[in-house]
């Protein structure tokens, strides 16, 4: 390792630690409570009739220090919380607490115990007769901005003010922003609600296939891979869709899959190459139902995280309180653009209608693609309070089911909440020879490498053959929902270690 003058300095206390008997890395820790425990039993000891002496053992790492002459003050921070400690030269000796000033460092992890007790100033703190350091910190951890720290020596590690270094030292980030450990939190608390509900509605949660030999069940470009032994190339999911509705032909009703998709595609603040999904399958259920299943769930978490259905996202209040807005996206379209697309039937009139309200059309793409460029770029950033667009045309939904009396229109709904897409959901088309059309369709009416080229997947039209029952499905972005729920703008801020560029030093 290249070491700066700061972390050279750090370094040599390794050494000289070991020279006085103790180990900066040893193998085993040892504690009686939390910091936040601490301070609670002390408080309730406080306040008892008859208070008795709280023994405690902390860790944690070394936030603060105040040396005081033959005292010093310090904080150490484990994962409840950060407590304050006291060493006096009366109880550790002059020896181990000169030790303690010049060989410990910020961010060090140690061990301390003793007797807690209330300062003058009224904060609860622990009285050090015994410590130890549990792991030496070579790299100061780093600052808002350029920081003097120690020695003088100007430390350029700083990462808080610099959101592409955050995301590449993610582990340093964590430990100097408070916020961002909250974020994570949040993150484990929405996918535990998740859970929660869609087990109280009698789903079982599955694991499918992360490697498949045919992509399939969204509408992306995969990660290829090749599998060596079997000769053959692999795609990383895009999607878990098409192997759990097979578990429907096979006998069960509900079941739901919380994991990781993959899409090779642009990064941005909405898109993440590998990102977290939910999705699942309800047989003898429509969209129609789903959709209403769908706010449930959503307030369901937002109760259980926030306490609340009223959320402040980027200063916008958003309202998530049921019923939700239902549009169709052919009055949405209409309303904001202007253009009817059930008037322009083929890609040469849908493109003259574009054009002629000012907007510039895809070229050489279909329809379907046309009708996306619609919704992306115009109609989506104005569904800013919860908005369920309702009926789709079947060209962009190769696998939801016709409407009645409407073979050009599917039974199929993106739900959107600040103006972005946070789920999608269809009446899943369960007719084998209809689906094997739609394949057909798709495979002839895009070019190769197109994202919404469908693949054929002779598997699964033999497994709707053997009879699928009718069945709502549904898919939803989990980073999305904690954007949302977490006030966080851009979604790397909810993965812990989003994808970067390959970084290159000047």
Partial sequence: MKLSNLEQNRFEKIARLRDQGMEPYPNRA?????????????????????????????????????????????????????????LRANEVGEAMLDLFNREFDLGDFVQASGEMFRTRTNEVTLRVDS????????????????????????????????????????????????????????????VRALREFLDGYDFMEVETPILQPIYGGAAAQPFITHHNQLKQELYLRI???????????????????????????????????????????????????????????????????????????????????????????RQGLLDITGIDIDQHPTVESLAA??????????????RGKLIDQLLSDHLEPSLVQPTFLMNYPREISPLAKSMPGNPQMVERFEGFVAGMELCNAFTELNDPVDQEARFLEMGRDYETGDEQR????EDYLRAMCYGMPPMGGFGMGIDRLIMLVSDSYNIRETILFPHLRKYEQA
Avoid: C
Avoid at 290 to 298: F, I, K, R, W, Y
Avoid at 454 to 457: A, E, L, S, T
């Fill in 353 to 366: 209608a574009m054009r002629a309200h000012g907007i510039q059309p895809k070229p050489n793409v279909a």
């Fill in 30 to 86: 040892e504690r009686t409570h939390t910091s936040q425990q601490a301070i609670a039993a002390f408080e309730k000891s406080e306040a008892a009739d008859s208070p008795q002496p709280v023994q405690a053992t902390l860790v944690g790492r070394i936030r603060s220090m105040r040396p005081m002459g033959k005292v010093t003050f310090a904080h150490i921070e484990d994962g409840d919380g950060r407590v304050q400690i006291f």
């Fill in 454 to 457: 469908h693949p054929m997947d």
């Fill in 131 to 190: 410590f130890r350091m549990l792991s030496k910190a070579i790299t100061p951890l780093p600052a808002a901005k350029d920081q003097v720290i120690e020695g003088g020596e100007v430390i350029h590690y700083a990462s808080l003010s610099e959101p592409e270094l955050r995301y590449r030292q993610r582990y340093a980030d964590l430990a100097v922003n408070a916020d961002v450990r909250k974020i994570f939190r949040i993150r484990t608390g929405v």
């Fill in 239 to 329: 999607s878990f869709e098409l192997y759990l509705k097979r578990l429907l032909v096979g006998g069960f009703e509900r079941v739901y899959e919380i994991g990781r998709d993959f899409r090779n595609e642009g990064v941005d603040r909405l898109h993440n190459p590998e990102f977290t999904m939910l999705e699942f399958y309800m047989a003898y259920a429509d969209y129609l139902q789903v959709m209403e299943l769908t706010e449930q769930m959503v307030v369901h978490v937002v109760d259980k995280i926030l306490g609340q259905r009223v959320l402040h996202y980027q200063g916008v209040q958003i309202n998530l309180e049921p019923p939700w807005k239902r549009l169709e996206l």
